[in-house]
T-cell receptor
Framework: GESVGLHLPTLSVQEGDNSIINCAYS??????FIWYKQESGKGPQFIID?????DKRQGQRVTVLLNKTVKHLSLQIAATQPGDSAVYFC???????????FGQGTILTVHP | GAVVSQHPSWVICKSGTSVKIECRSL??????MFWYRQFPKQSLMLMAT?????????EQGVEKDKFLINHASLTLSTLTVTSAHPEDSSFYIC??????????????FGPGTRLTVL
């Protein structure tokens, strides 16, 4: 079955630094990946997604990198701000099926 | 667009009672909704997939008789925790897919429901 995990459960950075959050997945059949941000007491919010036919996708201040060879993806946040402090989850699934499997989560803390 | 709501946002109940949580897609019709449970400082664990007009599909280890799911319309799915016990206390989150987004598998999440069983 699918399992998705994260290498670092916590990450502390200074405001203005770049942040990198890593994730590994196990199911090579996964072809769609999403990063979500969850603030305390709230539901997850979509950040950025990427399909398996891409290895990089950029959004506003965020970049997702996908390495299918080693089944690894990362989320890069540029110029991290205090408002970025949250738990970040990667998820993996397929465009042809509905379920997403979520990783462990990384707690990002941004210090002013 | 693609807003999902949940009600109630929090609930406290006595052990042995049943609690119903509603999940609504506000601006789209969702043939498929998902129910997750999240314990403190842990990830989201999928409980079941709710399919409009048919039975829900439960994940392994989730008791279907304890967590009743009804998806009677294209905008509403309900999760009923029957005979709740303190160990059922958790953050319950629903999500929905917009079938109009055929190229993406993005799930839109509700704000969650905090259940505390005394």
């Amino acid at each position: 079955g699918e399992s998705v995990g994260l290498h670092l459960p916590t990450l502390s950075v200074q405001e203005g630094d770049n942040s990198i959050i890593n994730c590994a997945y196990s199911n090579s059949a996964s072809d769609y990946f999403i990063w979500y941000k969850q603030e305390s007491g709230k539901g997850p919010q979509f950040i950025i997604d990427i399909r398996s036919n891409m290895d990089k996708r950029q959004g506003q201040r965020v970049t997702v990198l996908l390495n299918k060879t080693v089944k690894h993806l990362s989320l890069q946040i540029a110029a991290t701000q205090p408002g970025d402090s949250a738990v970040y989850f990667c998820s993996a699934g397929g465009t042809s099926y509905g379920k997403l499997t979520f990783g462990q989560g990384t707690i990002l803390t941004v210090h002013p | 667009g693609a807003v999902v709501s949940q009600h109630p946002s929090w609930v406290i109940c006595k052990s042995g009672t049943s609690v119903k949580i509603e999940c609504r897609s506000l601006d789209f019709q969702a043939t498929t909704m998902f129910w997750y449970r999240q314990f403190p400082k842990q990830s989201l664990m999928l409980m079941a997939t709710s399919n409009e007009g048919s039975k829900a599909t439960y994940e392994q280890g989730v008791e279907k008789d304890k967590f009743l799911i009804n998806h009677a319309s294209l905008t509403l799915s309900t999760l009923t925790v029957t005979s709740a016990h303190p160990e059922d206390s958790s953050f319950y989150i629903c999500s929905a897919r917009d079938p109009g987004m055929t190229s993406r598998n993005e799930q839109f999440f509700g704000p969650g429901t905090r259940l505390t069983v005394l």
